[in-house]
C-alpha cells in the first residue's frame, strides 16, 4: 500500500518526536546526515522504506527543502555495497544537468542530461562490462532510439534503423506469473515499425508469445493484441529499461512486505476499481473484509471464502469472484525457498460514496504457512 511520507517529514525538520523515534515500533524512513544533509531510505524502485527493512537498497545523501517538500542541490545514491549509484542535481525539485547512473560493479550504467526537469539530448546506456547498449535521443520532436548493440558488440541498430531485439525483467507483480518479457521489431528513423512481439521468458529462457503489435511508419502503435487475455490494447508496450529514480521525488512509502513491495497490493486495488466500479440501491458507507483463498504451489488461487464478510451481502460474492479472477498470486515458500500449498487471508476496506462509487483500497495479505 503506498502512502506518502509529508506529514512526517514536517513533524521531522519541526523536531517534534514523531513515530519513529519509538524505538518499539519504529519505522525510520529518513534521518540527519552530516552538515544538515538528510539520509533517506529507498528500495530498488525508489519507494521510501524502514532503514531495517530487508528491502531496502538505496540511501540517498541530499538536502531537502520542507517548506515545497522537494529536493536540492547536488545529491548521491548508494547502494548496499557503499558504492554510488545514482548522482546528480536538483534546484528546488527540478532536475538540472547531468544524472549518471551506475552498475553495482561501479560501472557507468547510463548517462543523461536534464534541462528544466525534461531529458534532452543522447541518453546513453552501458552493459554491465562498459559496452555501450543503446544511445537514445531526446527533442522536442520527441525520443527515438538511434543506436543498439548487443552484449558482444554487435551494432544491431544503426542510425535509428536495424531489428530490435531486448529481453527486460519484470519488476513489479504481473498477471502471467513471468520474471522476463522480450520485445522484438523493426525500428525505422528511430521508432517502432510494423510487426513487433512481446514474449514472457521463464528462468530457462523458454518463450511464450504474450502479444503481437502494428506500428505505423510514424511509430505510433495501430493494432495490439493480447493473447494471454483475449483482447485488445492501445497502450504500447515499453521497448527500453525503465528507469525509477524519479519515484523518489514522489515521496510515497511502502510497508516491509513482499506482497506490498512487489506491487501486489497496488494490483489489487486497480483491479477491484476496474472492475467493481459502482453499485445502485445502497446507502453510503465503508467497511473491512476478509477472505481466505487457499492457494496452490502454482501461485494459483484454487478457493475463496469470506471470513469477514460485508454487510451488503451482495457485494460479497461480486469480491470473491475478483479474487478468484486473479491468475496468479505470490506462491508461499517454505524454509528452503520452494513454493507450498497455502492458505491466505486477504483483507482490504471498501467505500462507497452516495453516488454508488466504490473504492477498494488498504489491501494486506497474511500467509499461515510462508516460512519468515
Same mark, same amino acid.
Given at each position: 500500500?503506498?502512502?506518502?511520507?509529508?506529514?512526517?517529514?514536517?513533524?521531522?525538520?519541526?523536531?517534534?518526536?514523531?513515530?519513529?523515534?519509538?524505538?518499539?515500533?519504529?519505522?525510520?524512513?529518513?534521518?540527519?546526515?552530516?552538515?544538515?544533509?538528510?539520509?533517506?531510505?529507498?528500495?530498488?524502485?525508489?519507494?521510501?522504506?524502514?532503514?531495517?527493512?530487508?528491502?531496502?537498497?538505496?540511501?540517498?545523501?541530499?538536502?531537502?527543502?520542507?517548506?515545497?517538500?522537494?529536493?536540492?542541490?547536488?545529491?548521491?545514491?548508494?547502494?548496499?555495497?557503499?558504492?554510488?549509484?545514482?548522482?546528480?542535481?536538483?534546484?528546488?525539485?527540478?532536475?538540472?544537468?547531468?544524472?549518471?547512473?551506475?552498475?553495482?560493479?561501479?560501472?557507468?550504467?547510463?548517462?543523461?542530461?536534464?534541462?528544466?526537469?525534461?531529458?534532452?539530448?543522447?541518453?546513453?546506456?552501458?552493459?554491465?562490462?562498459?559496452?555501450?547498449?543503446?544511445?537514445?535521443?531526446?527533442?522536442?520532436?520527441?525520443?527515438?532510439?538511434?543506436?543498439?548493440?548487443?552484449?558482444?558488440?554487435?551494432?544491431?541498430?544503426?542510425?535509428?534503423?536495424?531489428?530490435?531485439?531486448?529481453?527486460?525483467?519484470?519488476?513489479?507483480?504481473?498477471?502471467?506469473?513471468?520474471?522476463?518479457?522480450?520485445?522484438?521489431?523493426?525500428?525505422?528513423?528511430?521508432?517502432?515499425?510494423?510487426?513487433?512481439?512481446?514474449?514472457?521468458?521463464?528462468?530457462?529462457?523458454?518463450?511464450?508469445?504474450?502479444?503481437?503489435?502494428?506500428?505505423?511508419?510514424?511509430?505510433?502503435?495501430?493494432?495490439?493484441?493480447?493473447?494471454?487475455?483475449?483482447?485488445?490494447?492501445?497502450?504500447?508496450?515499453?521497448?527500453? %529499461?525503465?528507469?525509477?529514480?524519479?519515484?523518489?521525488?514522489?515521496?510515497?512509502?511502502?510497508?516491509?512486505?513482499?506482497?506490498?513491495?512487489?506491487?501486489?497490493?497496488?494490483?489489487?486495488?486497480?483491479?477491484?476499481?476496474?472492475?467493481?466500479?459502482?453499485?445502485?440501491?445502497?446507502? %453510503?458507507?465503508?467497511?473491512?473484509?476478509?477472505?481466505?483463498?487457499?492457494?496452490?504451489?502454482?501461485?494459483? %488461487?484454487?478457493?475463496?471464502?469470506?471470513?469477514?464478510?460485508?454487510?451488503?451481502?451482495?457485494?460479497?460474492?461480486?469480491?470473491?469472484?475478483?479474487?478468484?479472477?486473479?491468475?496468479?498470486?505470490?506462491?508461499?515458500?517454505?524454509?528452503?525457498?520452494?513454493?507450498?500449498?497455502?492458505?491466505?487471508?486477504?483483507?482490504?476496506?471498501?467505500?462507497?460514496?452516495?453516488?454508488?462509487?466504490?473504492?477498494?483500497?488498504?489491501?494486506?495479505?497474511?500467509?499461515?504457512?510462508?516460512?519468515?
Amino acid at each position: 500500500m503506498i502512502k506518502h511520507i509529508l506529514f512526517y517529514l514536517v513533524f521531522f525538520f519541526a523536531g517534534t518526536a514523531i513515530a519513529q523515534q519509538d524505538t518499539a515500533k519504529s519505522k525510520v524512513f529518513f534521518e540527519p546526515a552530516p552538515e544538515g544533509l538528510v539520509r533517506f531510505y529507498f528500495d530498488n524502485y525508489y519507494y521510501l522504506v524502514d532503514k531495517n527493512c530487508q528491502f531496502k537498497s538505496i540511501e540517498r545523501i541530499s538536502q531537502f527543502i520542507v517548506a515545497k517538500n522537494v529536493f536540492h542541490g547536488e545529491f548521491k545514491d548508494f547502494g548496499l555495497n557503499g558504492k554510488i549509484v545514482l548522482t546528480g542535481f536538483y534546484n528546488e525539485g527540478v532536475k538540472e544537468g547531468v544524472f549518471t547512473a551506475y552498475h553495482p560493479n561501479g560501472q557507468k550504467k547510463w548517462e543523461v542530461m536534464f534541462e528544466k526537469d525534461r531529458p534532452t539530448g543522447t541518453w546513453n546506456y552501458y552493459y554491465p562490462d562498459g559496452k555501450p547498449m543503446f544511445e537514445v535521443n531526446y527533442d522536442n520532436m520527441g525520443v527515438k532510439i538511434t543506436t543498439v548493440w548487443d552484449q558482444i558488440g554487435i551494432k544491431r541498430v544503426e542510425e535509428g534503423n536495424g531489428n530490435y531485439e531486448f529481453k527486460m525483467p519484470y519488476v513489479f507483480y504481473n498477471e502471467y506469473g513471468f520474471p522476463f518479457f522480450e520485445r522484438k521489431g523493426k525500428l525505422k528513423n528511430g521508432v517502432p515499425n510494423g510487426y513487433w512481439t512481446t514474449h514472457v521468458v521463464d528462468e530457462k529462457n523458454r518463450k511464450t508469445l504474450l502479444a503481437e503489435e502494428i506500428y505505423s511508419k510514424s511509430g505510433f502503435l495501430t493494432e495490439a493484441y493480447n493473447l494471454f487475455l483475449d483482447e485488445e490494447y492501445t497502450q504500447p508496450i515499453g521497448i527500453l %529499461p525503465t528507469e525509477y529514480f524519479t519515484t523518489a521525488e514522489t515521496l510515497n512509502f511502502k510497508e516491509c512486505s513482499f506482497d506490498d513491495y512487489s506491487g501486489f497490493y497496488t494490483y489489487l486495488s486497480d483491479k477491484f476499481n476496474s472492475i467493481l466500479t459502482s453499485v445502485s440501491g445502497i446507502e %453510503p458507507f465503508e467497511d473491512e473484509f476478509t477472505f481466505q483463498i487457499a492457494l496452490s504451489s502454482k501461485g494459483h %488461487p484454487e478457493k475463496a471464502t469470506a471470513v469477514k464478510a460485508l454487510k451488503p451481502t451482495e457485494l460479497n460474492k461480486a469480491v470473491e469472484s475478483v479474487l478468484l479472477e486473479v491468475p496468479y498470486y505470490f506462491p508461499s515458500l517454505n524454509v528452503n525457498g520452494m513454493p507450498i500449498d497455502d492458505t491466505l487471508n486477504v483483507s482490504g476496506k471498501i467505500t462507497v460514496d452516495k453516488e454508488g462509487k466504490m473504492q477498494f483500497h488498504s489491501f494486506r495479505i497474511k500467509r499461515e504457512m510462508h516460512a519468515e
